[in-house]
């Protein structure tokens, strides 16, 4: 079973434009988590999707928005970027019905904003 | 989610049993212990989680004291490939743990050849 994949893996961009980054979770999983990674802050994590619907929030700026689609990809877009939203962005999906966390993890995307 | 405390570092034998402790004084009663890990570069990868009863997988086994206070990961023979990034993390089921999982700093487990 093929596991969780995120698009693009390395990203540049400049301050103040926008910036989307995708996930595809793994077939039949129909969570997805969005997490940002810092080398000052750690692993945060920024929402979570479920049947197309935020399920959860963490603390971040509106600028940090989100959506799923029907087939259970997901998208997370920063608008205005800053210098310190540089970071590598993780997605994760875990099963329909897990009463529990147990988060299949991506690869990452690593966005640089110059 | 209930707050965790992990030593920033640990060393261990190739070949030699890893124990990683953690410490969740102020875990609820309905509350799951997670271990994940994080090799450089990757994203994190879960290894086991339980409620009260020690459990033991393909991976690793979680011991979790009676009181549920603390907990210990165990990797019984360490690879150099062990070395990783070890994050215990506290968190309910559902309501407002939905998807979320709150990383502390972790442990970074070295295994020497």
């Known amino acids: 079973k093929a596991g969780v994949t995120q698009t693009p893996r390395y990203l540049i961009k400049t301050r103040g434009q926008q910036v989307t980054l995708s996930c595809s979770p793994i077939s039949g999983h129909r969570s997805v988590s969005w997490y940002q990674q810092t080398p000052g802050q750690g692993l945060q994590f920024l929402f979570e999707?479920?049947?197309?619907?935020?399920?959860n929030k963490g603390n971040f700026p509106g600028r940090f928005s989100g959506r799923q689609f029907s087939n259970s990809r997901s998208e997370m877009n920063v608008s205005t970027l800053e210098l310190g939203d540089s970071a590598l962005y993780l997605c994760?999906?875990?099963?329909?019905?897990?009463?529990?966390?147990?988060?299949?993890f991506g690869p990452g995307t690593r966005l640089t904003v110059l | 989610d209930a707050k965790t405390t992990q030593p920033p570092s640990m060393d261990c034998a190739e070949g030699r049993a890893a124990n990683l402790p953690c410490n969740h004084s102020t875990i609820s009663g309905n509350e799951y212990v997670y271990w994940y890990r994080q090799i450089h570069s990757q994203g994190p990868q879960y290894i086991i989680h339980?409620?009260?009863n020690n459990e033991t997988n393909e991976m690793a086994s979680l011991i979790i004291t009676e009181d549920r206070k603390s907990s210990t990961l165990i990797l019984p023979h360490a690879t150099l490939r062990d070395t990783a990034v070890y994050y215990c993390i506290v968190s309910g089921a559902g309501g407002t743990s939905y998807g979320k999982l709150t990383f502390g700093q972790g442990t970074i487990l070295t295994v020497h050849p």
């Open positions: 339980g409620l009260k």
């Open positions: 994760a999906s875990q099963r329909q019905g897990s009463s529990y966390n147990e988060q299949f």
């Open positions: 999707y479920f049947s197309e619907t935020q399920r």
